[in-house]
């Protein structure tokens, strides 16, 4: 599917940029994080006027009446990045997945629609968030339905962004119109929203770099840092369940880890994260083992600490990655 595939790579370079910005947060207390689910709603109902359009002016109209203009702050903020940062046409990119997918997002309703059933279990991360971290805030998670390329981010304005509609897998869902696709990788089941929304609000503690300097170390050990608080508070089952990488990033990084650490010491004060962060990979390269490198070096720093609060505040609030890659001695390993 040729227009399919032009749509995934570009889709591919904005997947995951919770890192790159850094909102204000808000401290709640763990049982007054809200989780809303307003846009998947109105998405719904959306969906279920558009049959009755006459037209393609007609197919418009009821797409901004009845998902666009009903919008939450963070659905917002994502069409404003969207419009701005990467010059995409809203109403054309959501009539064409409607298009496009039909299958696919028919199979999906119930698995969105039910996204509450699992505020139990992302309130229990959160407690055993804090009692990890004291310092941990909570911002506000929005369960929004965009279009296949972003799967969380943090909202300048405040809030997390859920793009749910890429983390509603089951037994259910229909997915042979991806078929062949490298996007299709990036999907998630929905029993593992839980862990997707523990990394993403891992981001909202995290400081920007010093000097400004965003390269891969930093970018790796940001993401890395996340990845070990999922590690931590699921004890480990998060972090190949939606809280980190895949269990083939682990398979392949355990058994090639100095070749990975060799690979990746040659890069890590450049910009170029191709590699590293947020790719396809391939068949002799997994993709995201940054990812991979920025947890380890993160769980090698924290098992040697002796106090383990103030190690995992450390690893959070980082804003020299160079100065903990040293006091972490993960080199060393090798």
């Not at 939450?72 to 990467?86: D, H, M, P, V, W």
């Not at 959160?126 to 310092?135: E, I, T």
Request: aromatic share 16%.
């Amino acid at each position: 599917m040729k227009t399919t595939q032009h749509f995934v790579t570009l889709s591919l370079l904005t997947f995951c940029c919770s890192c790159l910005t850094y909102a204000q947060s808000t401290t709640f207390k763990t049982e007054e994080a809200k989780l809303i689910t307003s846009d998947i709603t109105n998405f719904w109902r959306m969906y279920d006027e558009l049959p009755k359009a006459e037209s393609a002016e007609d197919s418009t109209r009821v797409l901004h009446e009845f998902y666009l203009n009903k919008a939450s702050t963070a659905l917002q903020e994502y069409f404003e990045i969207e419009r701005k940062g990467n010059n995409k046409n809203i109403e054309e990119e959501y009539l064409f997945i409607l298009r496009q997918y039909p299958k696919y997002l028919a199979s999906i309703r119930g698995n969105t629609e039910g996204i509450q059933r699992n505020k139990d279990k992302i309130y229990k991360y959160f407690a055993k968030a804090k009692k990890l971290y004291p310092d941990f805030s909570f911002q506000d998670t929005y369960f929004c339905i965009g279009f296949f390329n972003s799967g969380g981010r943090t909202m300048q304005k405040g809030g997390l962004y859920i793009g749910t509609e890429i983390f509603a897998l089951f037994d259910n869902v229909v997915l042979d119109e991806w078929e062949g696709s490298a996007w299709l990788q990036f999907f998630t089941p929905i029993t593992h929203i839980h862990n997707i929304v523990l990394h993403e609000q891992a981001h909202f503690q995290q400081s920007p770099p010093i000097n400004n300097d965003y390269n891969l170390l930093y970018q790796a050990i940001n993401e890395g840092a996340a990845v070990f608080l999922v590690d931590l508070v699921t004890n480990g089952e998060g972090v190949t369940n939606g809280g980190g990488f895949g269990q083939r990033v682990l398979d392949y990084g355990e058994i090639n880890e100095e070749k990975i650490w060799n690979r990746f010491k040659q890069d890590m004060y450049g910009y170029d994260q191709s590699d590293w962060l947020y790719n396809a990979g391939a068949e002799d390269w997994p993709k995201d083992l940054g990812y991979y490198v920025g947890y380890k070096i993160c769980r090698h720093y924290y098992d040697q600490a002796n106090d383990k609060k103030q190690a995992l505040k450390e690893v959070f609030e980082v804003a020299d990655a160079q100065k903990l890659l040293e006091k972490s001695d993960y080199s060393s390993k090798f």
